[in-house]
Each structure stands twice: as structure tokens, then as C-alpha cells.
């Protein structure tokens, strides 16, 4: 239960922090896509070097997870599927105005039609998962 709460807070200040940030704004995600505007770009050039510092302490310091465990980041060798399944993400993205994080902080922001996004994401997951087997990778 304790460990729940931990995951709900978390999950509420990301929430917050998105909105505070405007980072949940389909206007913001159009000016980004369009290079007419640098506050996505100036939220990712935090994120990146924060999360690789992160995955550095990690390592360094041999930071077990909440229960313990050890937590393995494993190598991954470089794959076409990646490389399309990115521009199919981006494509998305770019269309609907949000990635997967978002998509849950602008329902509960109460942005409803949020909640298509989601169906559509859930859904090209289905297929994806589908199509799996059948791929040449």
C-alpha cells in the first residue's frame, strides 16, 4: 500500500510538473513541430541530460529499486523496426498533440477527447503486439 501511495504521488507531481510546463498544450507541440517556438525543446534539453545523469548514478552507485532488486539496463543492438517505429510515433505525435505520459494528465486535466488519443494508442499497441511474430526483425 505504501509502495502504492509512492507510485500515486509520483505520478501526481509528473502530472503537475507537465501542466505547470504547458508541456500537455497542443498548440505547444504544433509550434515545436513547426520550429516556431523553443519551450518543448528547452523541456527536453533538461530531460535528456537529467535522465542520462540518472542512469549514470544508477550505475555508479549501484541503486537498487524500491524492493531491492537490481536494476539492469541492458544493451540493445541497433534495429530498422526503431527506426520506423519512431517515425510512426512521431507521426502520431504530431497529429494528436501528445506522446503516452501526457495523454493521462490531459484526461485527468479534462481535456476529454484526450481520451481518443488513448483508445488509439491502446489500440496500435493491439496491432502492434499482432504483428509482431510477422515482422521481419
Not at 500500500?1 to 504544433?30: C, E, H, P, V
Not at 541492458?74 to 510512426?88: A, C, E, L
Request: glycine share 10%; net charge positive; proline share 4%.
Amino acid at each position: 500500500m505504501k509502495r502504492n501511495l509512492l507510485y500515486l504521488l509520483t505520478g501526481i507531481i509528473f502530472g503537475i510538473t507537465l501542466i505547470k510546463a504547458d508541456a500537455i498544450s497542443w498548440f505547444r507541440m504544433q509550434e515545436m513541430f513547426h520550429f516556431q517556438g523553443f519551450q518543448m525543446y528547452g523541456i527536453f534539453l533538461t530531460a535528456i541530460p537529467t535522465g542520462a545523469l540518472c542512469v549514470w548514478l544508477i550505475k555508479k552507485f549501484n541503486i537498487k529499486t524500491i524492493d531491492g532488486e537490481e536494476v539492469l539496463i541492458p544493451k540493445k543492438k541497433f534495429s530498422y523496426g526503431t527506426v520506423f517505429g519512431s517515425m510512426i510515433f512521431g507521426i502520431g505525435w504530431a497529429f494528436t498533440g501528445t506522446c503516452p505520459g501526457p495523454i493521462y494528465v490531459q484526461i485527468g486535466s479534462g481535456l476529454s477527447i484526450a481520451i481518443l488519443t488513448l483508445l488509439s494508442a491502446l489500440a496500435g499497441t493491439w496491432v502492434y503486439s499482432y504483428l509482431r511474430p510477422k515482422l521481419p526483425y
